[in-house]
């Protein structure tokens, strides 16, 4: 009566995991999204009080706000850190709540382009009005 005995069944635990760890970029991952969240703070707290001191004022004096150059970087990136944090934070609920790797993959590329495309096209508008 002799079993077939698995080669998994005969390794410890750490024998099974081993060469099976992590992809080395979790830890990046991690300190860019603290890092953005940081940066985001002053800078959306920057754009919430301007935003609410041009209410009421004419579409030419928010123009010309836009097109100051301090505003113009400031605006320039809050909008990349924006995206680029959001982009992050999606990504790690996508891989978190999708099992099959061809579909969070999907995803995941699907986000990441569509923050990189919706990002561009608010930096160009902002361009457009500064230069």
Not at 15 to 23: H, I
Not at 46 to 58: D, N
Not at 59 to 88: C, D, K, Q
Request: charged share 10%; proline share 2%.
């Amino acid at each position: 009566m002799s079993e077939h005995v698995s080669s998994k069944q005969m390794q410890s635990p750490l024998g099974r995991v081993r060469g099976l760890g992590s992809a080395k970029g979790g830890v990046h991952h991690w300190w860019m999204q603290r890092v953005t969240s940081i940066a985001l703070l002053p800078l959306t707290l920057w754009f919430v009080f301007s935003a609410a001191s041009l209410a009421g004022h004419s579409y030419e004096t928010t123009l010309a706000w836009i097109g100051r150059p301090f505003n113009a970087v400031l605006l320039l990136a809050t909008i990349g850190l924006s995206f680029y944090h959001a982009a992050m934070g999606v990504q790690v609920v996508l891989e978190d709540y999708i099992r099959s790797e061809f579909n969070r993959m999907a995803s995941i590329l699907a986000v990441k382009a569509l923050c990189v495309v919706l990002a561009l096209m608010a930096m160009l508008a902002v361009l457009r009005i500064a230069v």
